[in-house]
């Protein structure tokens, strides 16, 4: 009892820290969760509808699959980002029209809903190139970054 007498302000000073402490941690713990689901409140509403199959990512790819060496298709929300490596002979123009044979794999209402990005790049250093290609959904055509 003696020991709590002489030491009160320290156990104190303790008992604040570690209340601070604990405080601290939630705080973080729930503005710097690692978490992985995305909330997208309801900008997805009518999703499942229109949802992205393998088949149509398979289209995609059949596509532009003459023409190019890879493409990757990847689906975040209401935004299709394909990942296409040209060939290396491959022009500006050329591939400005590789970006709107993505299209022909979706289903017209597929093309309303979803906004779709087209990044085109060579293997080989170019000067026209990487170029970005994007469609909002209430769009028709593509717009691209600046030629360079």
């Keep these: 009892m003696n020991f ?6 320290i156990i104190i ?4 820290f570690l209340v601070v402490l604990v405080f601290a ?10 978490d992985e689901k995305v909330l997208y409140g309801n900008r ?22 003459s023409e190019t060496k890879n493409c990757k298709v990847d689906e ?4 299709i980002n394909v990942i296409i490596t040209v060939n290396d002979d491959a022009t500006l123009d050329s591939a400005k029209n590789i970006a709107t044979k ?3 794999g979706l289903k017209p209402d ?11 790049k060579k293997d080989v250093e170019a000067q026209d190139f990487p170029i970005i290609g994007y469609k909002h959904h209430t769009k028709d055509n593509y717009t691209f970054t600046k030629d360079r």
């Design 110 to 120: 597929q093309k309303k809903y979803y906004d779709i990005q087209v990044f085109l």
């Design 4 to 9: 709590f007498k002489r030491n009160k302000g």
């Design 44 to 65: 997805l509403d009518g999703k499942a509808d229109v949802a992205l199959t393998k088949s149509n990512i398979n289209k995609i790819k059949e596509a532009v699959a």
């Design 25 to 34: 941690f939630q705080v973080i713990n729930i503005f710097l969760s690692n």
């Design 13 to 16: 000073a303790v008992i604040v």
């Design 76 to 79: 975040q929300g209401r935004i």
């Design 102 to 104: 993505v299209l022909d």
